[in-house]
């Protein structure tokens, strides 16, 4: 392709170090698409004849076929899939095949390719999400009013409820949608025609390219086009941050499937056995959507070092953002899969959350809080009554509302019976009616928005 100038061919580590075509291969069909679309703008601007671009398009739709049908070229002399195309082209059409890379150059061809890839990806991440929230949305409806502890440094702090534990999960994903959405409306456009990196002395119509690959419009400046990587930075970006949301809720599945807790019992189809100890079941694919998120930090690092002050335009670099990119969108793609899978399907022990709640004085701060509202006591001396009766609760091995009212007078004479009302679990949990807070109807309206919410995207 370009052996005009060279008399001799390449080292063999040469051929194996440059070629990308096992892997970029993958762009097979945003390549072709790129190509089609340039050769309907070099035929309507009259740079080609349209009998050339008839035959090139037709060449082009046959490869298709074969890359389709699983025939993807493998020979590391081809380089890359753009170059690998265009010998096959050449295959088939003969020596017309070489007018398709008028006006192009494979820097702004390969860029053009990643950037249909990549938003092809955020397309696929968003739809998985959507269907990760729908799940969610789902099981905190079932369990809105279902009490479990709440903790702050994994220690029980207050009574809420699981249904509102899983909508915090509905609010980061919607979150990590949002930086999806941003990072694909920010790279939808097009670098196709920017050529090697100056731009064109041919002319082209870089808004039609741009049109037909669904872009908003083309880039605006050359050298810019052809050395930019932040769409995939972008998603790296989002997909690092989206893999922590998704680490945090598979540690949790990961805690509440341990005897001491007992809160789930993650469904066989996710779990696996042991080899030797014959009572266990392991939590494993939670265990690996939690290691999966190292590793497309990882990624997002090792783009990001590649980028790390190269000067302008192209540099050969750049070609090593396509491994990370792949890495991380399949091991995103399983993750979300997996968490969806596993929240739609686990079983979650409501007797055994309630029973922790009750155990952990998860109900103290409501007796601090009535002791202000009804006792007019100011709230550090309501805590430091509180810690008492505490105390006292533990003492005596019992839940504070099952602390005899004698007891509670010892401890503070402006106690009476109405306490009784706010130390149970359901009690706390239905006082706490402070938008957002974790009171069932409070948890049931956010449900209904996010249901809404997620009916219209799917117009129903
Ligand atoms: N395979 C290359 C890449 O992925 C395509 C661009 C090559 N351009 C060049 N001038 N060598 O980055």
Redesign the pocket.
């Known amino acids: 392709m370009w052996g005009g100038r060279f008399a001799e061919g390449p080292a063999a580590v040469m051929r194996e170090i440059n070629a ?1 075509l096992p892997f ?1 291969k993958r762009l097979w069909k945003q390549d072709i698409a790129g190509s089609i679309a340039h050769a309907r703008m070099l035929g309507a601007q009259g740079i080609l004849d349209m009998q050339d671009v008839d035959a090139i398009i037709g060449g082009l739709e046959a490869i298709q076929a074969e890359y389709e049908a699983g025939d993807l070229p493998s020979d590391l002399d081809l ?2 899939i ?1 170059m690998a195309t265009e010998c096959r082209l050449a295959e088939k059409i003969g020596a017309v095949a070489g007018r398709l890379h008028t006006a192009r ?3 702004d ?2 860029a053009t390719d990643f950037r249909l890839f990549v938003r092809d990806c955020v397309d696929e991440v968003d739809a998985s999400l959507a269907a990760l929230q729908r799940a969610l949305v789902a099981r905190a409806d079932e369990h809105a009013a279902s009490v479990m502890p709440g903790f702050t440094h994994l220690q029980s702090a207050q009574p809420v409820t699981l249904g509102h534990h899983l909508m915090a999960y509905y609010e980061m994903i919607g979150r990590d949608r949002s930086r999806f959405a941003d990072a694909r409306a920010r790279m939808n456009l097009s670098p196709l025609g920017a050529a ?1 990196l100056a731009g064109t002395g041919f002319p082209t119509d870089r808004h039609m390219t741009a049109a037909a690959l669904g872009f908003d419009g083309p880039t605006r400046n050359s050298l810019d086009s052809v050395s930019d990587r932040d769409f995939a930075l972008d998603y790296l970006m989002a997909a690092t941050q989206c893999s922590l949301h998704l680490s945090r809720l598979a540690e949790e599945f990961i805690i509440w499937a341990s005897q001491p807790f007992g809160f789930v019992s993650l469904p066989d189809a996710y779990s696996t056995g042991s080899s030797i100890m014959p009572q266990k079941r392991n939590p494993d694919a939670a265990e690996l959507v939690r290691g999966h998120a190292g590793r497309i930090m990882g990624c997002m690092t090792s783009l990001s070092v590649t980028m790390k002050g190269l000067p302008l335009a ?1 540099s ?1 670099d ?2 090593d ?2 491994p990370p990119l792949f890495e991380a969108h399949d091991l995103l793609g399983l993750s979300i899969t997996a968490m969806a899978g596993m929240v739609e399907t686990t079983r979650f022990r409501t007797d055994r959350m309630r029973a922790l709640a009750e155990s952990g004085f998860a109900t103290a701060t409501d007796l601090a809080d009535w002791l202000v509202r009804e006792a007019d006591v100011p709230f550090r001396e309501a805590h430091h009554i509180t810690g008492r009766a505490v105390k006292a609760a533990e003492e005596a091995g019992v839940s504070l509302d099952k602390l005899p009212l004698n007891t509670l007078k010892a401890i503070d004479p402006r106690i009476d019976e109405r306490v009784y009302a706010v130390l149970t679990v359901d009690a706390s949990v239905a006082s706490r009616r402070s938008f957002g807070g974790t009171a069932p109807d409070q948890v049931r309206a956010r449900i209904a928005e996010a249901q809404a919410a997620l009916a219209m995207e799917t117009g129903q």
Do not use: G, T
């Open positions: 990308s970029d380089e890359d753009h150059s494979r820097n061809q390969v090697a192209y050969k750049m070609q953002d396509k």
